[in-house]
């Protein structure tokens, strides 16, 4: 897979400039795992299973890399902390430390339609990423992660028209987008920084249908049709802190611009046994002209209070020369991360991090005349491992998305993540081995 | 430490990976939500030209069972059956020998019986008497050139003057029981006939001579009548022939010697003389001569309703429009309704692409032209019931055919590799709805795909193999105004 051999190639060019062995052998070793796994189960598995992520692109995954997700982030930033949402944040990254993250996610959903319901569990790798600080004035990061998620699986028994004769047809659709994302933040003053985020998306978004008579005489219509994506666009970031007394006020900034990133739509239908429609399109996709406002206010050493706007404007993206029909979206999201360590904490519970979160999401969709809202509280500790090797954080979020008004689906859903981060002191030599 | 977190990595990402939902469940929620990409309709608009065809040859020899009568179809004319029928010595007709000496007993003829064991089938009116001449064949029979099998329209020459012409009733159900003790005076049954089946006295001035001249044989012990091949020169055979005014056809299976001519003899001196003695001559069904025994069949179909003597050769078609719409389907004679659906493609047309789910071919019999008394349907066994039908097999085929209606390829079955049959669907609720059905899938499938030419078509009809004895018919109804017309019912899918 050329995304992997991309990444790979990034990390051995950052290889060279590193010296201890051991640990780049190490952090390899992770990379590579967690690369395999990464996509492999996105490819696999399925991120949702919800029957509105046949909308558009698909569901869209959170970008707010800090854990928990849903969280105000683009004016947060820490030293231990990979904050890609907002690359600008990448300035505060500690010096001499390599942070190696590893997120994974379980998602517990419940539809209800009417008086029916189902669950489902989906349980994958929600982010693999990397980052530290390679000069005093420069912060970088490498992730990957989805971007967007395709997961409806629903099957219907129909009466053919004109007939007294039922089939069965299923619509699938799996796989999704995959991001990876060259974040790199730049410190302008002790009081600015500004950020890139160079975004290659690639993946597929499946989409098939597939028709049977009932009874089964085994006579089958298949369509099916991908969305290979192959391209490119960024995002860029900014941060401005203004101090006063012990606490610091800061203004995140993000802004998107609307580009058309190059894929390929493939088309194939089957029916008895031969291909009887086979079609290769390229073209582009629009990822939307966004907006996104924060502030972020820092009260003594532990604690940070915070809120995001987003805006994306998918109402005016395109894909393949044809209007998407979707809606702009606009999110809201607030957090409170509050640090138990004043720096000479013994007991554990003083040592954690604690994080609160809420957010409310329009979506980019709207089905029967309804938008398909999201809202959902979070909560979240990090548990610092020994020795200051690492951190767990861990997170529990729970949320509700669309309604059960005009026969429409209502999904519950708990979602439980799980990071792990990795601090590697790769720039500091030890006097004594 | 970070050996162990590698491994917790590892674990942890199992876990969760074989933690996923099953795939394969199948959810109903939103599919209200979700934009088909596709339509599923019922076409059944496509225009069916049928006509009706008439086979050149049909292959009437071979066959385990002879087809015997004639019956009067109202819309079908005369429909005949003359049997040209070998007759087999069974082994060397000698005179009886005394307790091994080598002294023989000289025989006296008594009589010459006809006796016919039928199968049960029949088609036609039973009621009525029907009449049976049976002639003495006295041409060599042998195969035409360049083939192994006789046709409908074979024939030999026979004496004039009849061995048999005699009326009878046929009983066929009953009539058919057959056994073997009985049949053959064992015991019990000495002396008089106690069978059930068709036993006729053969009175004739020409009976009596053939019986007196064998017997004669026998008494000279000619090899005329001990063996096979002169057998053969003296005795060619006979055609069994109905009355003109039969009105049923009957079969009867040739395997245990259930069509046969039989002498009835007695020793004329020592410890049997006088003691009822008979030989059989059974229509050959084994051996070298089995495929000499055939059916001529003739119809008289001057004067149908729609005329159906228009029928002449086989590359003659006789559109529906031209026989009130109708279109038919005969056994023995060999007719065959022809298809025509020239505008299947068209499907190809419709939307991006498309695909077929499924595709029937129903065809309606005409109202009244059949019952359950005499003039059945062509259907098989006791039929399996589903929802409210009951489905029926039939021998009915399909063939792929061109404008010389030429039997080019059968079409075969989607679901096993046999050639494909119709089924029939009664309906028991309203019996005028009950249809033949086809599952053309593949057919409409490969033309779909292939193509066909403007003259491909269809032949429907009584299986090739088979047809020469058979006596099964089918009159189709093809109205283009009315719901009973012939249709292709394609499950089509319609990409947007």
């Known amino acids: 897979m050329s995304e992997k051999k991309l990444v790979t190639l990034y990390i051995i060019r950052l290889m060279k400039s590193l010296k201890s062995v051991k640990s780049i052998v190490r952090i390899f070793l992770l990379v590579i795992i967690g690369s395999i796994a990464i996509s492999s189960s996105s490819i696999a598995q399925n991120n949702t299973s919800s029957p509105y992520s046949y909308y558009g692109l698909g569901e869209l995954m959170t970008q707010d890399i800090i854990n928990p997700t849903g969280m105000a982030s683009l004016s947060y930033r820490d030293g231990r902390v990979l904050n890609i949402n907002n690359p600008a944040a990448l300035t505060q990254l500690d010096s001499m430390t390599f942070i190696f993250q590893l997120g994974m996610v379980a998602k517990f959903s419940n539809l209800t339609q009417g008086n029916d319901s189902d669950t489902f569990n989906d349980l994958n790798l929600s982010k693999l990423a990397f980052g530290f600080k390679a000069s005093p004035r420069y912060g970088v990061a490498v992730s990957l992660s989805p971007y967007t998620s395709l997961g409806y699986d629903i099957t219907s028994r129909e009466l053919v028209e004109g007939s007294t004769d039922y089939i069965i047809r299923s619509l699938l659709g799996s796989g999704g987008l995959n991001q990876v994302v060259f974040s790199n933040?730049?410190?302008?003053?002790?009081?600015?920084?500004?950020?890139?985020?160079?975004?290659?998306?690639?993946?597929?978004?499946?989409?098939?249908?597939?028709?049977?008579?009932?009874?089964?005489?085994?006579?089958?219509?298949?369509?099916?049709?991908?969305?290979?994506?192959?391209?490119?666009?960024?995002?860029?970031?900014?941060?401005?802190?203004?101090?006063?007394?012990?606490?610091?006020l800061m203004l995140g900034l993000k802004y998107q611009p609307k580009i058309g990133v190059s894929a390929k739509r493939v088309v194939e239908v089957t029916n008895i046994g031969s291909v009887k429609y086979e079609d290769t399109d390229r073209g582009r996709y629009d990822v939307p002209e966004s907006y996104g406002v924060s502030l972020g206010l820092n009260k003594g050493k532990q604690l940070w209070i915070g809120a995001d706007y987003l805006l994306e404007k998918w109402s005016e993206t395109q894909k393949f020369e044809k209007d998407n029909l979707l809606l702009d979206r606009n999110k809201f999201s607030l957090a409170t991360i509050y640090n138990a360590n004043d720096g000479y904490a013994t007991k554990f519970f003083k040592k954690m991090t604690y994080r609160f979160g809420a957010f409310y999401d329009t979506g980019y969709i709207e089905v029967r005349n309804e938008r398909i809202k999201t809202a959902g509280l979070s909560f979240g500790i990090g548990m610092p491992l020994a020795r200051g090797n690492g951190m767990i954080n861990l997170s529990f979020e729970f949320g509700q998305m669309g309604s059960t008004k005009n026969n429409l689906v209502r999904e519950d859903f708990g979602r439980i993540n799980i990071e792990m981060n990795l601090f590697e002191n790769w720039f500091f030599k030890r006097k004594y081995q | 430490m970070r050996t162990i977190n590698v491994l917790l990595f590892i674990s942890i990402l199992t876990f969760f990976i074989s933690c996923n939902s099953d795939s394969y469940e199948e959810h109903e929620i939103g599919d209200n939500l979700i934009d088909q990409t596709t339509d599923v309709s019922l076409v059944d608009t496509f225009s069916i030209e049928s006509s009706t065809v008439i086979m050149d040859s049909v292959i009437t020899s071979g066959y385990t069972s002879a087809t015997l009568g004639r019956y009067d179809d109202e819309y079908l004319g005369d429909v005949k059956s003359e049997y040209y029928g070998v007759l087999s010595l069974n082994g060397a007709f000698n005179r009886s020998s005394i307790d091994g000496?080598?002294?023989?007993?000289?025989?006296?003829?008594?009589?010459?019986?006809?006796?016919?064991?039928?199968?049960?089938?029949?088609?036609?009116?039973?009621?009525?008497?029907?009449?049976?001449?049976?002639?003495?064949?006295?041409?060599?029979?042998?195969?035409?050139?360049?083939?192994?099998?006789?046709?409908?329209?074979?024939?030999?020459?026979?004496?004039?003057?009849?061995?048999?012409?005699?009326?009878?009733?046929?009983?066929?159900?009953?009539?058919?029981?057959?056994?073997?003790?009985?049949?053959?005076?064992?015991?019990?049954?000495?002396?008089?006939?106690?069978?059930?089946?068709?036993?006729?006295?053969?009175?004739?001035?020409?009976?009596?001579?053939?019986?007196?001249?064998?017997?004669?044989?026998?008494?000279?012990?000619?090899?005329?009548?001990?063996?096979?091949?002169?057998?053969?020169?003296?005795?060619?055979?006979?055609?069994?022939?109905?009355?003109?005014?039969?009105?049923?056809?009957?079969?009867?299976?040739?395997?245990?010697?259930?069509?046969?001519?039989?002498?009835?003899?007695?020793?004329?001196?020592?410890?049997?003389?006088?003691?009822?003695?008979?030989?059989?001559?059974?229509?050959?069904?084994?051996?070298?001569?089995?495929?000499?025994?055939?059916?001529?069949?003739?119809?008289?179909?001057?004067?149908?309703?729609?005329?159906?003597?228009?029928?002449?050769?086989?590359?003659?078609?006789?559109?529906?429009?031209?026989?009130?719409?109708?279109?038919?389907?005969?056994?023995?004679?060999?007719?065959?309704?022809?298809?025509?659906?020239?505008?299947?493609?068209?499907?190809?047309?419709?939307?991006?692409?498309?695909?077929?789910?499924?595709?029937?071919?129903?065809?309606?019999?005409?109202?009244?032209?059949?019952?359950?008394?005499?003039?059945?349907?062509?259907?098989?066994?006791?039929?399996?019931?589903?929802?409210?039908?009951?489905?029926?097999?039939?021998?009915?085929?399909?063939?792929?055919?061109?404008?010389?209606?030429?039997?080019?390829?059968a079409l075969i079955s989607s679901s096993a590799n046999s050639n494909l049959t119709m089924t029939y669907v009664e309906n028991q609720a309203n019996e005028d709805e009950s249809y033949y059905s086809a599952d053309v899938t593949s057919f409409v499938n490969d033309v779909l795909i292939n193509g066909q030419e403007y003259d491909d078509a269809l032949l429907i009809g009584l299986p090739v193999e088979t047809i020469g004895n058979n006596f099964e018919r089918l009159i189709v109804e093809n109205d283009l105004e009315s719901d009973f017309r012939i249709r292709l019912r394609v499950t089509y899918v319609i990409q947007r």
């Open chain 1, 185 to 248: 933040g730049f410190q302008i003053t002790d009081d600015l920084s500004l950020g890139v985020n160079g975004i290659y998306i690639f993946g597929n978004n499946s989409r098939d249908e597939i028709i049977v008579p009932e009874g089964g005489s085994g006579f089958t219509y298949q369509n099916r049709s991908k969305l290979i994506s192959q391209g490119l666009h960024f995002n860029v970031g900014a941060q401005y802190k203004m101090d006063f007394a012990d606490n610091s």
């Open chain 2, 101 to 409: 000496s080598v002294e023989d007993v000289p025989i006296r003829f008594d009589s010459l019986v006809f006796i016919a064991y039928p199968s049960g089938e029949y088609y036609g009116d039973t009621l009525q008497t029907q009449r049976v001449i049976i002639n003495r064949i006295n041409e060599d029979i042998e195969l035409p050139d360049n083939e192994f099998s006789f046709f409908g329209h074979s024939s030999f020459t026979y004496d004039s003057e009849p061995l048999l012409d005699a009326e009878f009733e046929l009983n066929p159900i009953k009539q058919s029981e057959y056994n073997a003790d009985i049949d053959a005076h064992k015991e019990d049954y000495y002396g008089e006939y106690f069978g059930e089946g068709i036993f006729i006295k053969m009175e004739s001035a020409e009976a009596i001579a053939l019986g007196e001249d064998i017997v004669e044989k026998v008494n000279e012990q000619s090899d005329s009548v001990t063996e096979s091949i002169q057998w053969q020169k003296y005795m060619k055979g006979i055609v069994i022939r109905p009355g003109d005014n039969n009105s049923v056809m009957f079969r009867v299976p040739l395997a245990d010697n259930r069509l046969k001519l039989r002498l009835y003899y007695s020793d004329t001196d020592y410890t049997d003389a006088g003691k009822q003695k008979f030989h059989d001559f059974p229509i050959s069904s084994s051996g070298n001569n089995e495929s000499l025994s055939f059916m001529n069949y003739s119809s008289d179909r001057s004067g149908t309703p729609q005329q159906l003597d228009r029928l002449v050769a086989q590359d003659v078609e006789l559109a529906s429009e031209e026989t009130d719409d109708l279109a038919f389907i005969q056994g023995g004679i060999g007719m065959f309704t022809k298809l025509r659906i020239p505008h299947i493609e068209n499907l190809n047309t419709l939307g991006l692409t498309g695909g077929i789910l499924g595709a029937e071919l129903v065809m309606y019999p005409k109202d009244n032209s059949f019952d359950d008394e005499m003039f059945f349907l062509p259907k098989e066994g006791n039929g399996t019931l589903r929802g409210g039908h009951i489905l029926y097999t039939t021998n009915i085929s399909l063939y792929n055919t061109n404008e010389n209606n030429k039997f080019n390829s």
